[in-house]
């Protein structure tokens, strides 16, 4: 389908999505979303005169058609208008809501919305809202995420109904798991939301966990869209905006163009350390402390235009434009990391996992080498970075190196394909010890 709007979820096919294929109006029934293996998340508007396109979100990539409903579009821009003026009403409740809960402190906002506030015009029309759990240390699974959740839903419905604007129905709620397969966890919340004589709309919320903060939030104040006040809610920093912008379009399966976009918007007007950048993308992958960051790892990216064109057709532009503009306001970036001092591996990588020791201590002491190296495996360190940790762990002093890639290899379960792969190369130990010592 093609150029028309069908009530029929099951002709969309699998994707890749042309971008003239409209979506159907409203929900897909369950027995649509079971056989084309929807997102439970997805709810396209409803009403005359609006279009939305299938857009691929590598959030979802665990159903088979990984997609959302796109910016809605309008044939007539006083419709256009309207709904805008309205979806961002009822942002402004959730936000409230949110910054006069129980829940405040515990959420960092991030991503487009902090963006609109920054650059007004010249950033994406937020249409949703990102946010970082914090501590570190709330699981998803816990049952307060539940509580968060409702709670955030009730309490925006309660603001829109006092302002009688529009309404949002927090029984009519739905939420998906999302980042799955990756890094962090995450929920994603819909709420519906409606107004007098326009199609309805929705105000989608994400929220990760377990994702360490590595720079402090700052409480920031993000003008209301209606421009009678300021929400004063927790934030990303600019500089930390940056960093993951970057993060996400060096080491995502699924590099996006809306961050590409983001990341130049942010990169022309924003300083950024090295430090910054190098503890961030540490932080996230691991392997990271081993090298230093260049252009090289941003040249070769390709983030998908496409689907960032179906959306915003109006901002124009190529990957090629932007990723050029992009590498020419980091240059300064990439001098700062290769201008350092030359130093060993076992030193570089120090550096960048020293954040990771206090845990690491912790779990050493409660559980002993066992508990350490199943640590290690959780938060993905291959070996050479787990060699450091260890040693440092144990005390420089009183296990080298080879011994701490001896305890690693000793702890991999019995009989797994780990403990396999090293018994039948011992090079790789070999490799990963002489990394320590080759100059970085």
């Known amino acids: 389908m093609t150029g028309d709007q069908d009530d029929n979820w099951y002709n969309l096919g699998w994707g890749p999505w042309d971008e003239r294929l409209e979506l159907p109006q409203g929900p897909p029934s369950e027995q649509d979303r079971e056989q084309q293996e929807l997102p439970r998340s997805l709810l396209a508007a409803a009403g005359p005169g609006i279009v939305q396109r299938a857009v691929f979100d590598p959030a979802l990539k665990q159903y088979a058609s990984a997609m959302r409903a796109g910016e809605p579009q309008f044939a007539a821009p006083d419709d256009a208008e309207r709904w805008h003026t309205a979806r961002r009403r009822a942002i402004d409740h959730v936000l409230a809501a949110i910054t006069e809960s129980r829940w405040a402190e515990h959420l960092v906002l991030r991503g487009s919305m902090l963006l609109r506030a920054w650059y007004g015009d010249a950033a994406r029309e937020p249409g949703d809202l990102d946010f970082v759990v914090v501590p570190a240390t709330w699981e998803l699974g816990e049952p307060r995420t539940e509580r968060m959740l409702a709670g955030i839903g009730r309490g925006a419905e309660a603001h829109a109904r006092a302002a009688g604007d529009v309404r949002i129905d927090a029984a009519g709620a739905v939420d998906d798991e999302i980042w799955t397969y990756d890094r962090v966890p995450g929920r994603r919340l819909v709420l519906p939301w409606r107004a007098d004589g326009l199609p309805s709309g929705t105000v989608q919320l994400d929220f990760v966990f377990s994702e360490t903060l590595p720079s402090p939030a700052a409480y920031t104040e993000v003008p209301r869209r209606d421009g009678t006040g300021v929400h004063r809610i927790l934030a990303a920093t600019r500089e930390q905006s940056l960093a993951w912008k970057l993060l996400w379009l060096i080491a995502d399966a699924y590099p996006q163009g809306k961050d590409l976009y983001d990341a130049v918007l942010l990169a022309e007007s924003t300083p ?108 993905a360190l291959g070996l050479t970075e787990s060699i450091v940790v260890i040693r440092e762990v144990v005390g420089p002093e009183r296990c080298t190196p080879e011994r701490a890639a001896a305890a690693y290899v000793a702890e991999l379960p019995y009989g797994s394909s780990q403990l396999g792969y090293y018994e039948r190369n011992p090079d790789v130990v070999r490799n990963a010890l002489e990394a320590l010592r080759e100059e970085v």
Do not use: I
């Open 272 to 379: 950024l350390r090295a430090d910054l950048l190098h503890t961030t993308l540490t932080a996230a992958e691991p392997h990271w402390a081993g090298r230093r960051v260049g252009r090289g790892a941003l040249v070769d990216q390709d983030p998908d235009w496409s689907e960032f064109a179906k959306e915003y057709p109006h901002l124009g532009g190529s990957t090629e434009e932007f990723m050029e503009r992009l590498l020419t306001a980091l240059a300064p970036v990439f001098a700062e990391e290769a201008g350092g001092p030359a130093v060993d591996g076992y030193t570089w990588r120090l550096r960048w996992l020293a954040p990771l020791l206090p845990d690491g201590r912790r779990e050493a002491a409660h559980g002993g080498m066992p508990a350490l190296a199943g640590w290690l495996r959780s938060r």
